[in-house]
């Protein structure tokens, strides 16, 4: 008899640890039992200042919050992204986000993650997909008020002037958000004075060393640039080497407008190379672990989410620089 008791007793203790397994995650969802939310980010990669600031932002605002960070850098390629993105969904992590590479081609991997229950926060870039519950929210910039506000100064800056004024425009990478709407934006905002016409359009993809080899090209092919109007200030501070290299001086012969307002933009910016910087923060990291905890408890969160930034002259450049944390 006391056999057959403890044989009872032991295929009970199993059917509970078995009941237990079935669960899927467990309260943190990631089969840890210490509480602690997991968070799995995917990175665009590190291709500019910008995204460094942004990647160390993510990481210290992730540590102070207490969550546990699972983060993959996808160097720049969708399809390691989304190989990530489904890591995550196996792994259990309580909550996805990241920042798409490109615009379209997400609505299967995300339909994955809400099949799993896993909530997705977009940040710093949009999605194309007509399926709005596939993600929650998405956490950043107004690319295209980004675009609007570097052309309007330049609208302002030949306000009753006559003169035709050649524009090159140096695009972020093909397919991306930013690149899309700032394009964009600018576009809408010089309308209002037809001498200013964009010349040259062409993809520097967001780096540096390509903002410096594209504009070497097109110093060649182009006679007569009056403006650069730059979707980052790291391709402005290629270009910039490139427009020195042939001899002229940047933020004089070639006005420059950038975006960013990163400490080299902004360095460029008090010295004079560039004459006009619209601010995208990158400082996005708290925001995020506040939302992650937010949609992980259930609760209704705004579906658009921007972040406070602002302009900078010359002067300003100067005045701000000083406090600067990126």
């Not at 102070?64 to 792994?91: H, N, V, W, Y």
């Not at 964009?198 to 903002?211: C, D, L, M, W």
Request: charged fraction near 25%; aromatic fraction near 4%.
């Amino acid at each position: 008899m006391r056999v057959k008791m403890m044989a009872a007793a032991l295929t009970g203790l199993l059917a509970v640890s078995a009941l237990a397994g079935c669960g899927g995650k467990d309260d943190a969802g990631s089969g840890k039992d210490d509480g602690k939310l997991v968070l799995g980010f995917s990175q665009v990669g590190a291709e500019s200042g910008w995204r460094t600031a942004n990647t160390n932002s993510i990481q210290t605002a992730a540590a102070d919050a207490g969550i546990e960070l699972k983060f993959s850098d996808a160097q720049g390629k969708q399809e390691k992204q989304i190989e990530a993105i489904r890591s995550f969904i196996t792994q259990k992590v309580d909550v996805i986000a990241f920042s798409p590479v490109v615009t379209s081609g997400w609505d299967s991997v995300l339909k994955d993650a809400k099949d799993a229950g896993i909530p997705v926060i977009l940040t710093d870039r949009a999605v194309d997909s007509q399926d709005k519950s596939l993600y929650k929210t998405f956490l950043g910039s107004d690319f295209v008020k980004e675009g609007t506000e570097a052309g309007n100064w330049l609208v302002k800056q030949n306000e009753g002037k006559t003169t035709p004024v050649n524009v090159v425009e140096l695009q972020g990478t093909v397919g991306a958000a930013p690149a899309i709407d700032r394009q964009k934006g600018f576009a809408e905002a010089i309308k209002a004075n037809p001498n200013i016409t964009v010349v040259k359009s062409q993809s520097g993809n967001f780096t540096r060393a390509e903002g410096k080899t594209v504009m070497e090209g097109i110093l060649q092919s182009t006679p007569k640039i009056d403006v650069l109007y730059a979707h980052n200030d790291d391709m402005g501070l290629g270009a910039i080497e490139a427009i020195e290299a042939a001899g002229k001086k940047p933020g004089k012969d070639i006005t420059i407008i950038t975006v960013d307002a990163v400490k080299d933009g902004m360095t460029a910016l008090a010295d004079g190379k560039i004459n006009f910087i619209v601010e995208c923060s990158p400082l996005l990291g708290p925001q995020l672990m506040d939302l992650a905890k937010k949609v992980h408890a259930g609760e209704t969160v705004e579906p658009r989410i921007l972040t406070e930034e602002t302009t900078f002259t010359q002067e300003q450049a100067k005045a701000a620089l000083p406090d600067r944390k990126y």
